[in-house]
């Protein structure tokens, strides 16, 4: 019995290490392996592509697989590795996973992004150190992993929306593709793919296309970041991360941090970035009130990825500290005083407050909505307006309660200013597909260049 027991395990034992065996190593060396174009350098261990023309393709072609490789970049490196192509001329068929750790803004989609269709604004990795990237393409589903992290969970559908130049931005088969877009190097190695059966479907989750808007805005490199999330009314990190992977949408998730709110000192900013800057998504402060100035230290705030802050709390001439969402602590003693008072409040706030966006922009008391439009003059826009652009600061679409209106938004364009998009979700119900900055964005003809990018310090 005791060797029958034995010869079943030995059995498992050589199974399960043929399973494993079936990954296949593609050595940089060697040359019945690759073609190569522009700068490429190779050894036993390692695949060096520099300068922007660099490709090296294998000349095997897959369909459905596992890939696996190690990267490391130099600052400024930008690449993708390119799968289902033709070889190394344009890329003008299948789909790229981008490679790019640049803390920058400059180019704002990051390391596993599923270039203009799963779109991503984190770096979650470094330059100058060597990454692990996971891509598997299993019928019509494409994920893309980073050091572990789970980026891209995409489904294609049956009939994709593709503009023009993407028309072959589909699934069939083809070589792999590691390809330099910079002048920095790019260095690759422990190359491994697995071949997988070329029969698999795998089609469930797809999506319709046809009528969504943040595909259309991917494949125009629109800037699909929604700045102002926050973790709460059920809301979970996981919640976030999973939307991430099924819209490509990027998230900034922000603590209140303010009198009276969750984050009240130096410590309480390091644990929450300490607990929270390995997920997948962005890490803001909200500054809460005016008091919080003096609650943290430069240093601190220096450590989020950026800071928002609003005009919905401040103090009035009577000395009465007021907090305009709560009607219990709003008092409009009379309409116009108070429009004049909150357009000198924002002005003072957005012009002396070490802030990247002003949140909440044009918000009123739930008694002065039924007046918005007439209250809220083309001079007062104008004065909250001049406060943003003199000061740098990015105003805020915010799709919850729809604000600023769109003319507000034009007269913003006309002189210049930067846009953010943000929900400031009072629970998971809110968070949606960012309708109502959409709208704004065809109805004001925003394009990427009016939108504020964030950088990415927290990973």
């Known amino acids: 019995m005791k ?6 395990f030995i059995s498992l034992l050589v199974v399960s290490c043929g399973q494993k065996d079936d990954f296949k190593t593609i050595k940089p060396d060697n040359q019945s392996a690759w073609n190569f174009a522009g700068e490429v350098a190779t050894s036993p261990e390692t695949l060096v592509l520099t300068g922007n023309d660099a490709r090296a393709a294998t000349t095997a072609a897959y369909k459905n697989f596992i890939l696996e490789f190690e990267c490391k970049t ?7 590795l390119q799968f289902h192509t033709d070889g190394i001329k344009d890329n003008v068929k299948g789909y790229e996973i981008l490679i790019n750790n640049n803390s920058e803004p400059t180019e704002w989609r990051k390391s596993g992004s599923l270039s203009t269709v799963r779109n991503f604004g984190k770096c979650l990795t470094y330059n100058d150190t060597w990454v692990p990237f996971r891509i598997e393409v299993s019928g019509k589903n494409i994920k893309a992993y980073i050091d572990s992290a789970f980026v891209v969970d995409y489904t294609e559908p049956e009939n994709p929306f593709r503009l023009p130049e993407y028309a072959q931005r589909v699934l069939s088969e083809g070589v792999l593709v590691f390809a330099n877009y910079s002048a920095a190097p790019i260095e690759f190695r422990n190359i491994r793919v697995k071949a997988l059966s070329p029969d698999l479907i795998n089609n469930e989750g797809a999506q319709d296309e046809q009528n969504d808007d943040i595909i259309r805005l991917s494949q125009q490199n629109f800037p699909t970041i929604d700045e102002h999330l926050h973790l709460k009314g059920g809301l979970t990190a996981e919640d976030v991360e999973a939307l991430t992977r099924k819209y490509g949408i990027t998230y900034g998730i922000a603590p209140n941090c303010g009198k009276n709110f969750p984050v009240t000192a130096d410590e309480d900013i390091h644990n929450w970035l300490d607990s929270t800057k390995h997920h997948l998504f962005l890490l803001p402060m ?3 009130g005016r008091e919080w100035l003096e609650m943290f230290s430069p240093e601190a705030v220096q450590k989020f990825d950026y800071v928002f802050t609003d005009a919905l709390t401040w103090t009035d001439d009577k000395g009465r500290r007021m907090r305009i969402w709560i009607p219990e602590e709003t008092f409009v003693d009379d309409k116009q005083h108070f429009m004049d008072l909150l357009v000198e409040r924002a002005y003072g706030i ?8 002003y949140v909440n922009p044009a918000f009123l008391p739930d008694e002065l909505l039924p007046e918005y439009d007439a209250l809220w003059t083309k001079a007062r826009m104008n004065k909250v307006i001049d406060a943003c652009v003199g000061a740098g600061v990015a105003i805020e679409i915010n799709c919850r309660y729809k604000i600023p209106s769109q003319k507000f938004i034009q007269l913003a364009k006309d002189k210049g200013a ?3 998009i ?3 979700n009072a629970g998971k119900e809110d968070v949606g597909k960012l309708e109502y900055a959409v709208e704004i964005i065809k109805a004001c003809g925003l394009t990427s260049e009016n939108m504020w990018i964030p950088t990415s310090k927290n990973r």
């Open 350 to 357: 957005i012009s002396s407050e070490p802030i990247n966006i």
């Open 3 to 8: 060797n029958l027991i034995y010869l079943a």
């Open 418 to 420: 930067k846009f953010t």
């Open 74 to 80: 130099a600052e400024g490196a930008i690449g993708a």
């Open 422 to 424: 943000g929900t400031n």
């Open 286 to 288: 909200q500054a809460e």
